[in-house]
C-alpha cells in the first residue's frame, strides 16, 4: 500500500558528505513522521533522524551538528544531509514513513535500506 524507495548511499571516505533521499508512495492520504534509522552489523537499530509534518526534527546526539534532516510535503520526501561522516557511521539506512492511508487506516513503513560505508 506504501512504497519508500531511498537513493543516494555508497562508499565515502571519512569527513566526507553523502545525501540520502525517500520518496513515499501509494495509497497515502496523509504523513506525519518521516525519518531515517540505521543497522550496522551486529548493532541494535537505533534513530537517525526524524522529521515531522509541521517540520520539527529529532536527531540522534551521534549526529547533531553533521547531519540535517529535511521534507518536501508536496513531494512526500525526505531527505539525510550527512556531512563529516566517520566510520562508525557506517550502516545500512532505511527510511521510515508513517501517516494516514487513504482508506483511513494508520501506517508505518520501512524502506528497504541504502548501504553508507564511510572508510578511514
Known amino acids: 500500500q506504501v512504497q519508500l524507495v531511498e537513493s543516494g548511499g555508497g562508499l565515502v571516505q571519512a569527513g566526507g558528505s553523502l545525501r540520502l533521499s525517500c520518496a513515499a508512495s501509494?495509497?497515502?492520504?496523509?504523513?506525519?513522521?518521516m525519518g531515517w534509522y540505521r543497522q550496522a552489523p551486529g548493532k541494535e537499530r537505533e534513530l537517525v533522524a526524524v522529521?515531522?509534518?509541521?517540520?520539527?526534527?529529532n536527531y540522534a546526539d551521534s549526529v547533531k551538528g553533521r547531519f540535517t534532516i529535511s521534507r518536501d510535503n508536496a513531494k512526500n520526501t525526505v531527505s539525510l544531509q550527512m556531512n563529516s561522516l566517520k566510520p562508525e557511521d557506517t550502516a545500512v539506512y532505511h527510511c521510515?514513513?508513517?501517516?494516514?492511508?487513504?482508506?483511513?487506516?494508520?501506517?508505518?513503513?520501512w524502506g528497504q535500506g541504502t548501504q553508507v560505508t564511510v572508510s578511514s
Open positions: 521510515t514513513s508513517s501517516g494516514i492511508l487513504t482508506s483511513g487506516g494508520h501506517y508505518d513503513y
Open positions: 501509494g495509497s497515502i492520504f496523509s504523513i506525519n513522521d
Open positions: 522529521i515531522t509534518s509541521g517540520g520539527s526534527t
